[in-house]
Each structure stands twice: as C-alpha cells, then as structure tokens.
C-alpha cells in the first residue's frame, strides 16, 4: 500500500502516511525496530515506485477522504523503510506542494550529509530525524548502520542541515536499556541537540515487538532521569510513547487528564498539586492510578516526580 490513513497523530494531527519504500529497505537495522529486521540494507538512492504512481495513489486517497469532509493535516513520508533511500523523494514533495497541505517526512538522517538529500528534505515543512546517541560504538550497537555509513558526518549534515532549514525540525530519541540510557549517553545527546536546536525533541521508548526480543524499555525511573537531562539543556521535551496523550485538551476527567498529560511528561509532585487544585480534585485521584498500575511515583535528584506506567 503506497498511501494510508489519515490516521491520527499527536505531532501531525490527520495525517495522510506516504510509504515510498518497500518493506524494511533501509540504511539502518535498528535493534528497537517494529517492522522486523532489515531485509535490504543499502545506502543507494534509487526508484523504488514510480513517483507518477505514487502521486495517482495520492490524489484518489484525498479525493476520498475529502469527500467524506475529513480533514487532512498532513501528508507524512513514513514508510516501512527509510525514505531518503528514495531517489525521487525531492520530485515527489514538489509534486505535493501544489495540494496545498503541509508534508512531513519521517527520517533516520543517515543520509543528510549528502548535499542532494538536505536539499530535498529543506522543502518539506516539518522534518523528524533520528538520534539515538552521538557515541560511534552505542551507534553501531543500537542503530547497526550500513557499514560505508559515518556517525561524525551524519551529525555534521544534520547541524548543517538545521542550520538553513526554514520549517519545523524535530528529533527523536529512542531509549533502550542498557544501551544508550545511561546519563553520560543521554547527556552527550542532550548537549548535541543544543547545538541542532530542534523545535522538539522525542524521547520513546521501544513499545512494540522489537526486531531484538533483547531491545527492551528501561524502567520509569531511568526514563524519567533521560527527560530530565534533557529538558536541562533543550526547551521542548515530550514523550513518543505510543499513548496519544494531548497534555493541552483537558475533558474535565481528573484521572484521564492525568494519565494524557504524563503521556507526554512527567510531572512534578508540585505541578500535580496544582493540577488538582484547578480540577477541583485531590490527592486520591493519584493514589487510585498508581493503585491501577497507570501512574508510577519516582524520584529525581530529590524531587518526586508522577510518570506514567510505560510497560
Ligand atoms: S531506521 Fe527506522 S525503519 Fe530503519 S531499521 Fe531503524 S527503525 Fe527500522
């Protein structure tokens, strides 16, 4: 299937998914990955379907959509492989553009130091890239690179990259336990995206069967210490973690606000007072989530923290 959805997405809102690559075709075989292992690893860019074909596809999925007046936000490349591998992508968003409605393309970066790929992806309006660890060693060991590929030229593209790129860029961490989720790891990530000054930066955890039965989540504490590494040095920091919280739509339900707004953060034990303060509620509310299981309470740096029960 070249399109699919509109599904809905917490980043992109309906978002219309273009997948412009055949099954597991990518420049990467991450351990965390959902789509299994990589079937084809390559790092040549070529045709993979006909841009012609794509685009047909494209105008009758909208057409359809339109007429049942759904709306679409987004037109997103988020194949089961790795996007830039194709060799038309910069044809194709040009070919969207006239649509009228925002293109985001979901990559691993491994190929932004080429000057052909940071162009193409400059005209799309909101990019997500890939960055596990800017360690050589946790790289080659989480994300299992091609073996022609180079972290130091990859991080520099996206640095330059970032650097002209007039739309929305935002990144995407991925913690594995035991891998990159120590905080020296976390830290030399956080101290990179200072630099590449993301509009967002994701911080997920491995929630589906991984390609590596090993790859697992680290537990909530550990994930909670990365996100607070991590808004120490970048200002926008949410959780990816599969559960479409929305910290921002409140229903008036304490407990389910709750549990939407931890799905994006953890909160302070101070922010929660004040949670229930405003929602006219009080501290059973907490108490009956982490009875359930939902809401786990830890500790940072003496500050209590309430962290939604991730696995
Ligand atoms: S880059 Fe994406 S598609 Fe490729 S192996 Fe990693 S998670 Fe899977």
């Known amino acids: 299937m070249i399109v699919f959805g509109p599904v809905p997405s917490r980043r992109l809102g309906r978002s219309l998914g273009i997948n412009n690559i055949p099954p597991k075709v990518c420049s990467y075989s991450c351990v965390y990955c959902q789509l299994g292992h990589t079937i084809k690893m390559q790092v040549e860019r070529q ?132 891998v990159n989720d120590n905080d020296d790891q976390v830290g030399e990530v956080a101290e990179f995206l200072t630099r590449l000054r993301p509009a967002k930066s994701y911080l997920s955890i491995p929630t589906r069967p991984p390609a590596e039965q090993w790859a697992q989540s680290p537990s909530e504490e550990v994930i909670n210490q990365a996100y607070q590494i991590l808004s120490n040095k970048v ?37 929660v007072s004040e949670f229930l303060k405003r929602a006219k509620a009080d501290w059973a509310a907490v108490h009956r989530l982490i009875e359930q299981d939902q809401l786990v309470e830890t500790e940072h740096e003496g500050v209590r923290f309430y962290v939604r029960r991730l696995h």
């Open 47 to 178: 045709t993979f379907y006909e841009p012609e074909d794509i685009l047909k596809n494209l105008r009758e999925k909208i057409a359809r959509v339109s007429e049942v007046g759904e709306p679409i936000d987004y037109l997103t490349f988020v194949p089961d492989g790795e996007p830039t591998l194709d060799v038309n992508l910069g044809r194709e968003i040009g070919w969207l553009r006239p649509l009228g409605i925002k293109i985001a393309v979901i990559t691993n970066g491994s190929l932004i130091w080429r000057e052909d790929v940071k162009e193409e992806l400059a005209n799309a309006d909101w990019v997500s890239l890939k960055v596990d660890s800017t360690q050589d060693e946790v790289w080659r060991r989480i994300n299992r690179p091609h073996g022609t590929l180079e972290l130091a030229s990859i991080l520099d593209g996206m640095l330059e990259f970032a650097a002209a790129y007039k739309g929305e860029l935002v990144t995407e961490t991925m913690l594995v336990e035991g």
């Open 235 to 271: 200002d926008q920091v949410e959780y990816l973690i599969g559960y479409e919280g929305n910290a921002f739509a409140f229903t008036g339900h304490v407990e389910e606000d709750l549990l939407s707004i931890t799905a994006v953060h953890p909160m302070r034990e101070e922010a």
